[in-house]
């Protein structure tokens, strides 16, 4: 299905380009539009790798590897989603105007296997839990029935609880600080969190699209006065150096791997809500099954890689969908301009120095909101759902194993060695529990109306 192009007005400069998906409209229109969805990401794209690089008690260059890692992939991941490569019946990327990030539902988990298996243990689950998202990638057309809204929402929900509970020790200046809940970093951390909701609120253009990271420059800048930002890092760090693999080297784990696996199920949909997302804005119309599986594919790929190369997984990012959709700029060209700016980005260590350089209570300050609204997008799934007697059921059942049991590990050192793993983490129990409850009792007016 070709994708209809909105009409537009056609001017001297060839401006009317940017709302065509083909075509290379002027550099100096085009680099501003690429760098709008650059800003709106940015802060978002580095956060997630900065908050479990301090979990993982990483090196300060580790640190700066893994975000040079984080701005390079996320960038070629993005080249791939506009420039699908193919291979067989089967497409790598969407061709859509899609922007890769790093994902923060992988926070929790990928969290909790560092403070326990270090970050080898985090990239080896990473690496092979992609294996589940690059099948529903293949065979999207005889999967998708099974993540229902009533699942993804569940998932949704747990991850948002779970990222709260990382969002409330970074705003007291991060789990195990000696000034933790010291007056200093709360000050900071509300002064940063009162700017970036005033900007989200009040702000327009790319003031509101990129309200993180001017959030994090504010903050930055108050953090310094507060003798709380170190420099040393900056200063050390080269100008210039290349990003290699297996930079950290990989350890597998089951428990680390099934995780993961989990999570890449609510990564993918994700990815097929926000390609979906692009094409309802941009073409009026749904994502042709190409289109979505080639995302999906393209979005296992560059996890893959990521992990490869140091960084966490990917996914497509929500901003800059909203972004496409209120400016109704869908121009591939923009967008890679902005890709090229990140993986240029992903040669400067002294960049990726300087984002490592935040303290804790201004990250905190500055995503403690975006992690609530993870939870409340949960809470809009099942919404949309419906609370019928069976849905309230599955939900009941999900949460109580999921939320309730799993992730205690008291509470389940008595379970069988096969079940031990499964019940280690949270979300990924949530999700799994959700699907097969879900099979378990199938919602009776589908079953009735597919009859």
């Given at each position: 299905?070709?994708?209809?192009?909105?009409e537009?007005?056609?001017?001297?400069?060839?401006?009317?380009?940017?709302?065509?998906?083909?075509?290379?409209?002027?550099?100096?229109?085009?680099?501003?539009?690429?760098?709008?969805?650059?800003l709106?990401?940015?802060?978002?794209?580095?956060?997630?790798?900065?908050?479990?690089?301090?979990?993982?008690?990483?090196?300060?260059?580790?640190t700066?590897?893994?975000?040079?890692?984080g701005?390079?992939?996320?960038?070629?991941?993005?080249?791939?989603?506009?420039?699908?490569?193919?291979?067989?019946?089967?497409?790598?990327?969407?061709?859509?105007?899609?922007?890769m990030?790093?994902?923060?539902?992988?926070?929790?988990?990928?969290?909790?296997?560092?403070?326990?298996?270090?970050?080898?243990?985090?990239?080896?689950?990473?690496m092979?839990?992609?294996?589940?998202?690059?099948?529903?990638?293949?065979?999207?057309?005889?999967?998708?029935?099974f993540?229902?809204?009533?699942?993804i929402?569940?998932?949704?929900?747990?991850?948002?609880?779970?990222?709260?509970?990382v969002?409330?020790?970074?705003?007291?200046?991060?789990?195990?600080a000696?000034?933790?809940?010291?007056?200093?970093?709360?000050?900071?951390?509300?002064?940063?969190?009162?700017?970036?909701?005033?900007?989200?609120?009040?702000?327009?253009?790319?003031f509101?699209?990129?309200?993180?990271?001017?959030g994090?420059?504010?903050?930055?800048?108050?953090?310094?006065?507060?003798?709380?930002?170190?420099?040393?890092?900056?200063?050390?760090?080269?100008?210039?150096?290349?990003?290699?693999?297996?930079h950290?080297?990989p350890?597998?784990?089951?428990?680390?791997?099934v995780?993961?696996?989990?999570?890449?199920?609510?990564v993918?949909?994700?990815?097929?809500?926000?390609?979906?997302?692009?094409?309802?804005?941009?073409?009026?119309?749904?994502?042709?099954e190409?289109?979505?599986?080639?995302?999906?594919?393209?979005?296992?790929?560059?996890?893959?890689?990521?992990?490869?190369?140091?960084a966490?997984?990917?996914?497509?990012?929500?901003?800059?969908?909203?972004?496409?959709?209120?400016?109704?700029?869908?121009?591939?060209?923009?967008?890679?301009?902005?890709?090229?700016?990140?993986?240029?980005?992903?040669?400067?260590?002294?960049?990726?120095?300087?984002?490592?350089?935040?303290?804790?209570?201004?990250?905190?300050?500055?995503l403690?909101s975006?992690?609530?609204?993870?939870?409340?997008?949960?809470?809009?799934?099942?919404?949309?759902?419906?609370f019928?007697?069976?849905?309230?059921?599955?939900?009941?059942?999900?949460?109580a194993?999921?939320?309730?049991?799993?992730?205690?590990?008291?509470?389940?050192?008595?379970?069988?060695?096969?079940?031990?793993?499964?019940?280690?983490?949270?979300?990924?129990a949530?999700?799994f529990?959700?699907?097969?409850v879900?099979?378990?009792?199938?919602?009776?007016?589908?079953?009735?109306?597919?009859?």
């Amino acid at each position: 299905m070709a994708a209809q192009q909105p009409e537009t007005k056609h001017y001297s400069d060839g401006r009317e380009l940017v709302y065509q998906l083909e075509g290379h409209p002027k550099l100096s229109i085009a680099f501003p539009l690429g760098m709008q969805h650059v800003l709106a990401m940015f802060a978002g794209n580095l956060a997630p790798m900065m908050i479990v690089a301090a979990i993982a008690k990483l090196s300060a260059a580790d640190t700066v590897v893994m975000i040079q890692a984080g701005m390079l992939i996320s960038g070629l991941a993005t080249f791939l989603q506009l420039y699908p490569i193919k291979i067989g019946r089967f497409q790598l990327g969407s061709g859509l105007p899609i922007v890769m990030g790093t994902s923060f539902a992988f926070v929790p988990t990928a969290s909790a296997i560092a403070a326990t298996g270090g970050i080898s243990a985090v990239f080896g689950g990473a690496m092979i839990g992609a294996a589940v998202e690059l099948l529903i990638g293949l065979f999207y057309k005889y999967l998708k029935r099974f993540f229902t809204p009533l699942v993804i929402g569940c998932t949704l929900i747990t991850i948002g609880i779970n990222l709260l509970s990382v969002g409330r020790d970074y705003f007291a200046g991060g789990a195990g600080a000696k000034d933790y809940g010291s007056w200093q970093n709360l000050m900071i951390a509300f002064t940063t969190f009162i700017f970036v909701i005033c900007l989200q609120r009040f702000g327009r253009g790319v003031f509101k699209s990129a309200a993180l990271l001017f959030g994090l420059v504010f903050g930055y800048i108050i953090a310094v006065f507060f003798g709380k930002v170190d420099f040393s890092t900056v200063a050390n760090a080269g100008w210039f150096t290349v990003p290699m693999p297996l930079h950290f080297k990989p350890t597998f784990s089951m428990g680390a791997i099934v995780s993961f696996a989990a999570i890449y199920l609510t990564v993918s949909m994700e990815t097929i809500g926000n390609t979906s997302g692009i094409t309802i804005a941009a073409f009026d119309r749904e994502a042709t099954e190409k289109e979505t599986s080639g995302s999906v594919l393209a979005d296992a790929i560059g996890c893959v890689v990521a992990a490869l190369f140091g960084a966490l997984p990917n996914t497509a990012f929500g901003q800059n969908v909203g972004i496409v959709s209120m400016t109704k700029v869908i121009n591939k060209f923009c967008i890679a301009l902005g890709a090229g700016v990140l993986v240029i980005c992903g040669f400067l260590p002294k960049l990726g120095a300087l984002f490592s350089s935040i303290p804790s209570a201004v990250l905190g300050g500055a995503l403690i909101s975006v992690f609530a609204m993870i939870f409340i997008n949960g809470i809009k799934m099942l919404a949309q759902a419906g609370f019928s007697e069976r849905n309230v059921l599955v939900m009941g059942i999900t949460f109580a194993m999921g939320l309730g049991l799993a992730g205690h590990a008291d509470a389940i050192k008595g379970l069988p060695g096969a079940l031990h793993f499964f019940f280690d983490d949270s979300i990924a129990a949530t999700t799994f529990i959700g699907i097969l409850v879900n099979i378990l009792f199938p919602d009776e007016k589908k079953v009735k109306i597919t009859a």
